[in-house]
């Protein structure tokens, strides 16, 4: 191996391979534990999480292969700016916390499925159902999206170009789509259990070797510090940037936690007991994920503040804040035998983010597509056939999904952001709508199509020609935020006439 370049061998891929074996066999194992083939037992597995099962699928999927490489690449770019991630994820612990306990107990009593059930069961309008469902199904596709690009990014970094981005992405999703149609839900959160121990100790790991072999914290923000082209890195925000930050948490709290998968989470936890108790667990997980990244970031900003890092990867001029992770990696193996099998680790632990992320928004998109979009056209189908049509339906959407993810030339970080920007119209008729029953389908419908075109509308106010540039944040504030707040004032003019429920 020499000094600049990455020998990604036999020997990591044996691990990489081991791995994506004891998930196939963990699929084997749940198609035997299924006990019928309808659309509980496929998709919410029978409604049977104990503590550790659903604290671990929770975990793993809410944090994916963003978190590594996203968040690293964002906290790159921004410095200390992006410590907004650790408390944007845990806001959506707290906003579960507003609408979860009566979800679970309402899904128990009415036996719900997917989001939708919800939304038709309380508001009684399948038009409803469907326009939530359809921004749901945009989430999830851009979710998944975000997953296999992470994917392609860091095969690309830690290949040196040796493996096609196709080869590897398209060879993950295959696997991914025969555990999950073997054992459904169980499966995904079973598989969850094994990725969300393999991400949390990658992440340690990578911290410990990124502070060890790389530079301390001190150091690296005393280096920012001096380098007037970094400082700013290290600085406060100022007015407009705190506006930011409070807009970049309450959008990803409140629609983190209406993410169809978290949904049909709670709706599989065995007692409410236990979903109180995996929430609580779940509150102190940012500070070993988000944290992580963030400081990892930070310590790459010192040490390589340009990119321009053509002995690293060769055949490249430079190199986007994209590539922090793949260069972390290079920047390891090169310190000893004991780097090199590090880093084997930490990819296997990307790779696990990745799947247990990705898998979990499959499986909702199959749930949605049977349930929400397939069943109201044949009222009498089987429950049987439902669930084939479910599994039919997340090999259908993969396949977009991983030709946009492959050609997706904008950062993780941006399609993050445009998904929660939409989703957020959603919220309303989830926080509001569970607790007052003056909320009505129209009011709701009128508040979600308002607060979309005042989001769309100021988003590409520019390219419309509207105002002379696109205005996705207006005084540090995200146009989705602003197209939220029109939403519930429109909501409010049937909520304030409600009762509580």
Same mark, same amino acid.
């Given at each position: 191996?020499?000094?600049?370049?990455?020998?990604?061998?036999?020997?990591?891929?044996?691990?990489?391979?081991?791995?994506?074996?004891?998930?196939?066999?963990?699929?084997?194992?749940?198609?035997?534990?299924?006990?019928?083939?309808?659309?509980?037992? !496929?998709?919410? *597995?029978?409604?049977?999480? @104990? /503590?550790?099962? #659903? =604290?671990?699928?929770? %975990?793993? +999927?809410?944090?994916?292969?963003?978190?590594?490489?996203? !968040?690293?690449? *964002?906290?790159?770019?921004? @410095? /200390?700016?992006? #410590? =907004?991630?650790?408390? %944007?994820? +845990?806001?959506?612990?707290?906003?579960?916390?507003?609408?979860?306990?009566?979800?679970?107990?309402?899904?128990?009593?009415?036996?719900?499925?997917?989001?939708?059930?919800?939304?038709?069961?309380?508001?009684?309008?399948?038009?409803?159902?469907?326009?939530?469902?359809?921004?749901?199904?945009?989430?999830?596709?851009?979710?998944?999206?975000?997953?296999?690009?992470?994917?392609?990014?860091?095969?690309?970094?830690?290949?040196?170009?040796?493996?096609?981005?196709?080869?590897?992405?398209?060879?993950?999703?295959?696997?991914?789509?025969?555990?999950?149609?073997?054992?459904?839900?169980?499966?995904?959160?079973?598989?969850?259990?094994?990725?969300?121990?393999?991400?949390?100790?990658?992440?340690?790991?990578?911290?410990?070797?990124?502070?060890?072999?790389?530079?301390?914290?001190?150091?690296?923000?005393?280096?920012?510090?001096?380098?007037?082209?970094?400082?700013?890195?290290?600085?406060?925000?100022?007015?407009?940037?705190?506006?930011?930050?409070?807009?970049?948490?309450?959008?990803?709290?409140?629609?983190?936690?209406?993410?169809?998968?978290?949904?049909?989470?709670?709706?599989?936890?065995?007692?409410?007991?236990?979903?109180?108790?995996?929430?609580?667990?779940?509150?102190?997980?940012?500070?070993?994920?988000?944290?992580?990244?963030?400081?990892?970031?930070?310590?790459?900003?010192?040490?390589?503040?340009?990119?321009?890092?053509?002995?690293?990867?060769?055949?490249?001029?430079?190199?986007?804040?994209?590539?922090?992770?793949?260069?972390?990696?290079?920047?390891?193996?090169?310190?000893?035998?004991?780097?090199?099998?590090?880093?084997?680790?930490?990819?296997?632990?990307?790779?696990?983010?990745?799947?247990?992320?990705?898998?979990?928004?499959?499986?909702?998109?199959?749930?949605?597509?049977?349930?929400?979009?397939?069943?109201?056209?044949?009222?009498?189908?089987?429950?049987?056939?439902?669930?084939?049509?479910?599994?039919?339906?997340?090999?259908?959407?993969?396949?977009?999904?991983?030709?946009?993810?492959?050609?997706?030339?904008?950062?993780?970080?941006?399609?993050?952001?445009?998904?929660?920007?939409?989703?957020?119209?959603?919220?309303?008729?989830?926080?509001?709508?569970?607790?007052?029953?003056?909320?009505?389908?129209?009011?709701?419908?009128?508040?979600?199509?308002?607060?979309?075109?005042?989001?769309?509308?100021?988003?590409?106010?520019?390219?419309?020609?509207?105002?002379?540039?696109?205005?996705?944040?207006?005084?540090?504030?995200?146009?989705?935020?602003?197209?939220?707040?029109?939403?519930?004032?429109?909501?409010?003019?049937?909520?304030?006439?409600?009762?509580?429920?």
């Amino acid at each position: 191996m020499t000094e600049n370049s990455l020998s990604f061998g036999a020997g990591s891929f044996a691990i990489l391979g081991g791995y994506l074996a004891i998930m196939l066999g963990i699929g084997a194992l749940a198609r035997f534990k299924r006990k019928d083939d309808s659309l509980s037992d !496929f998709f919410l *597995a029978g409604r049977s999480f @104990g /503590f550790f099962v #659903l =604290v671990m699928t929770l %975990f793993a +999927t809410q944090y994916s292969g963003n978190t590594i490489v996203g !968040f690293t690449s *964002a906290s790159y770019r921004n @410095g /200390f700016g992006f #410590l =907004v991630c650790v408390h %944007f994820m +845990t806001a959506i612990v707290a906003a579960y916390l507003l609408f979860a306990p009566a979800l679970y107990r309402l899904s128990r009593e009415r036996e719900y499925i997917t989001p939708g059930d919800y939304i038709y069961d309380r508001f009684g309008s399948h038009t409803l159902r469907i326009v939530v469902s359809v921004l749901m199904v945009y989430a999830l596709c851009n979710f998944a999206v975000a997953q296999v690009k992470t994917l392609g990014v860091a095969f690309a970094g830690i290949s040196q170009g040796r493996i096609p981005v196709w080869v590897g992405a398209v060879g993950l999703v295959v696997i991914m789509l025969i555990y999950e149609s073997l054992g459904g839900m169980r499966s995904v959160a079973w598989t969850d259990a094994i990725q969300g121990i393999a991400l949390m100790s990658g992440l340690i790991l990578l911290l410990v070797l990124t502070l060890t072999h790389i530079s301390d914290l001190s150091s690296a923000v005393e280096k920012l510090g001096s380098n007037p082209l970094t400082k700013m890195k290290i600085e406060r925000p100022d007015f407009e940037g705190s506006l930011h930050w409070l807009s970049f948490i309450v959008m990803v709290g409140l629609g983190g936690a209406i993410y169809p998968q978290a949904i049909q989470r709670i709706f599989s936890a065995k007692k409410p007991e236990v979903l109180k108790k995996s929430l609580a667990v779940m509150a102190f997980l940012p500070f070993f994920t988000a944290l992580i990244a963030v400081i990892v970031g930070v310590v790459m900003a010192a040490h390589l503040p340009s990119l321009e890092a053509q002995s690293l990867i060769q055949g490249k001029d430079t190199l986007s804040a994209e590539s922090v992770f793949s260069l972390i990696c290079l920047e390891i193996t090169k310190t000893s035998a004991l780097g090199y099998w590090a880093v084997a680790v930490i990819f296997a632990a990307l790779v696990a983010a990745v799947m247990s992320t990705t898998d979990s928004a499959l499986l909702s998109l199959g749930s949605i597509a049977a349930q929400d979009f397939y069943r109201p056209l044949k009222p009498g189908v089987k429950e049987e056939k439902l669930t084939q049509f479910g599994k039919k339906a997340t090999w259908f959407f993969m396949a977009p999904i991983t030709y946009f993810a492959l050609a997706y030339e904008g950062t993780l970080v941006q399609l993050l952001q445009l998904k929660f920007e939409l989703l957020i119209q959603c919220v309303p008729c989830f926080y509001l709508g569970i607790h007052w029953k003056g909320l009505t389908a129209k009011a709701a419908l009128a508040g979600i199509f308002t607060g979309l075109a005042t989001t769309l509308i100021l988003t590409f106010a520019g390219d419309l020609g509207i105002s002379e540039t696109n205005h996705k944040l207006v005084w540090g504030i995200h146009a989705g935020i602003i197209g939220l707040l029109i939403n519930v004032i429109v909501c409010g003019t049937s909520l304030f006439r409600g009762t509580k429920v």
